[in-house]
């Protein structure tokens, strides 16, 4: 069965710290990954996808992700987090013939001062 | 450009009665997918629409309905309204292919008493 799983739930980091959100994917054909983020009361904002290519991936708001099909992972990283980096992220998968994207729960992620 | 938006914002209705919502696409794209957000099931997925056809559909009862028109805006319908029905509804615009990045509205939020 296609699945995404975001291990994490809520993570608190201190602002300037570096940030590393877990996501693992299970999906019979090459996947279509993406990180997605939510504000409060917001629609959800891509950061970046993967879909061939290089498997570490540049997004917007100086996030990137890497590909490693050999562990079903792309993980989300940001080298030093801001205050506003404060949200809701959520990892999805599409691929196939479908365009329906299957998401992950999501992971809250908290910015202390 | 204009993003995707989405009518009305907010929206209180009873148990049993029915509610349609609407969804404009970025001018351009021909998919247009909805989708369910609650704090227990998280993003799920509940119909595309294609080119005025429904190209794929989600695990929900059919009193979920939608439909599609010739400019590619979209409604979808819910009848008989059940308290579980109380969700943020989303939809995302996308030209229709899957490595494609789909947009987001900023959601109808939808509360059923």
């Known amino acids: 069965a296609q699945s995404v799983t975001q291990p994490d739930i809520h993570i608190t980091v201190s602002e300037g710290a570096s940030l590393e959100l877990r996501c693992n994917y299970s999906?019979?054909?090459?996947?279509?990954l993406f990180w997605y983020v939510q504000s409060p009361g917001q629609g959800l904002q891509l950061l970046l996808k993967y879909f061939s290519g290089d498997t570490l991936v540049q997004g917007i708001k100086g996030f990137e992700a890497e590909f490693k099909r050999s562990q079903s992972s792309f993980n989300l990283r940001k080298p030093s987090v801001h205050w506003s980096d404060a949200a809701e992220y959520f990892c999805a998968v599409s691929g196939g013939a479908t365009n329906k994207l299957i998401f992950g729960t999501g992971t809250l992620l908290a910015v202390q001062p | 450009k204009a993003g995707v938006t989405q009518t009305p914002r907010y929206l209180i209705k009873t148990r049993g009665q029915q509610v349609t919502l609407s969804c404009s696409p970025i001018s351009g794209h021909r998919s247009v997918s909805w989708y369910q957000q609650t704090p227990g099931q998280g993003l799920q997925f509940l119909f595309e629409y294609f080119s005025e056809t429904q190209r794929n559909k989600g695990n929900f009862p059919g009193r979920f309905s939608g439909r599609q028109f010739s400019n590619s805006r979209s409604e979808m319908n819910v009848s008989t309204l059940e308290l579980g029905d109380s969700a943020l509804y989303l939809c995302?615009?996308?030209?229709?292919?899957?490595?494609?990045?789909?947009?987001f509205g900023p959601g109808t939020r939808l509360l059923v008493l």
């Open positions: 995302a615009s996308s030209h229709g292919t899957p490595e494609e990045t789909q947009y």
């Open positions: 999906y019979g054909a090459t996947p279509y």
